[in-house]
C-alpha cells in the first residue's frame, strides 16, 4: 500500500508521533490498529511481512491488510488535525479558509448558531479577501442549508450568480489551451455531473412553480401540479426531488387544513428509512401537526417523543413549546406550566413562539381561575408584547387585546358580547394578514378558544 508510506513520508518525525498520540484518544491501548501504527512510526524500514508477525504471529496472515487499510484511513483522517506546512502561500491560505467553513459547519450541526455563523462570516471575509471564489459557493450552500440568512441569503443570489459565472470564466481563459488534436477520452465523472445537473434543473423549475403556488396560497394548484410531476417523472424522479414532492403533498393538505387526508396520504409513506433526515422531519412534523390539530394527542405525544425529538435534537425548545400545548390539551396544567417556564428562555431569539408561550401561560391562569397571578401576567405581558410590536404575527396582538377583555369582564354576566366584538371577528373571519397557519406558534386558535371561554362561562 504505497499511499500510506508516501503519506508517512510526507509527515516529520514529530508529527508522525503526534498522529499516534491523537490515535492514543480514539482507540484502546490493546488493539491491533493501535499497535500497527506505532510500528508504522517507530520502525518504517521492516516489511509488511515484518508487521504481520509482529501483530499476528504469522507473516502471511490475510487479516494483516484489511488492518492496514484501517490504519491508512485513520492516519488520513487524523491528518486533518495536522496544519499543513505549504511552500506556495496560496495553498496554504486555501487550507485555513476551507478550514474555517468545515469548523462552521461541524458547530452548526451541533446546534450552536451563534458561533456556528461567526465563523461561517470570517470565512466569507477571508475568501473574497484572497479570491477564492469557489469556496462562496461552499459558503452559501452552508448557509442555506442551517437558514444563517445573516451570512449569505437567496437575496443575494443574482449577485453571487455572477460572481460564480465571472470565476470561471477567468479560471477557463487562464488554464484552458485549445489543443489541435481532440483528446482520447473525455472525463466520465464530469459528464455523469452534466446529465444530473440538466435533471435538477427540470426538477428544480418544477419544484420553485409547486413553492410559488405555495406562497400565494393557491393550494389546488400546487397540488395538481405535485401530482403532475410525480406521474411525468414517474421511474426517472431521483430520490431527493421525489422526497421533497412528497413533502410538498403533506404541506399543501397541512395548509388546507385537511388533516384526516394527511394521515391517509402519511400511510403511503410508511416506510421512510430510505430517506433522508430532512425528509424523516418533514414527515413526522406533518403528521404531528395533523393529529394534534384531530385531538389524536396520544399518538402526536408518540411521533414528537419517538420521531421529532429522536431526529433533530438542534430543536429540543420547538418540541418542548409542542410538548407544553400537549399537556394543556391534555388538562396537566401544572406539567405545562412547567414546560413553559423551563422553555422559555430558549426560545426567546424566536419571537413568535417566545410570546405564544406567554399567551398559553395566560390561557392556563384563565382555566384556573386565578385572578391574582392573571393580573400580574398580563400587566408584564402588556408592556412585553409592545417591545416586540414589529416582529410578532399580528394574531397575537389582537388576541391580547382580547385577553385583556376577558380579563375585565371575567366574572360579569356579558361575556357572550366578546364573540361580537370587531377584533374577535377578524381574527375569526381571518381576515388579510390574519390568516391562522396550522403549522405555526398558534397551535390552538385563539379566537376558537376565546368562544369555548365565553361561551363555557355563560352556561
Known sequence: MESLTRLLHSCTLPEKVQLVEFAKIKNPPNSKKLMLMKLF???PELSDADYAQKIYKKPDSPAYFQLKKRVKDEFEELLLLLKPTCVKKENQLHIECSELLLKSELILARGIRCEGSKLLERGLKMAIKYGFHDLVLTIYSTAARFGICEVLNNSDLPELELAIKSHLQLLIKRNYKKSEREPSHRNEHLNTMIRQLNYCRNSWFILDDIHQSIQHKDYKNALTQVNQAESSLNSEIEPSTKEELQIAKLSILLAQRKFTELIEECLEYEETDSYSLETRIGYSLNRWYALFHLN?????????RKELIKLDSSQQAKWAYFEAFLFFKQRNMKAAQRQIHAN???????PDYYLGSKM????????????DWLEYKIENFRKLISRYKCDTSARIHHAFHLFLKLQKSHFKTDLQNLTHDPEFLILQNEAEGLEWKPDTFELIRYDTWISEKVVGQNS
Not at 394527542?297 to 408518540?302: K, M, S, T, V, W
Not at 398559553?360 to 385572578?371: A, K, R, S, T
Open 41 to 43: 512510526v517507530s520502525h
Open 344 to 350: 422559555q428562555k430558549s426560545i426567546k431569539c424566536t
Open 360 to 371: 398559553l401561560e395566560l390561557m392556563i391562569l384563565f382555566d384556573q381561575n386565578d385572578q
Open 296 to 304: 389524536k394527542l396520544n399518538e402526536a405525544e408518540q411521533i414528537l
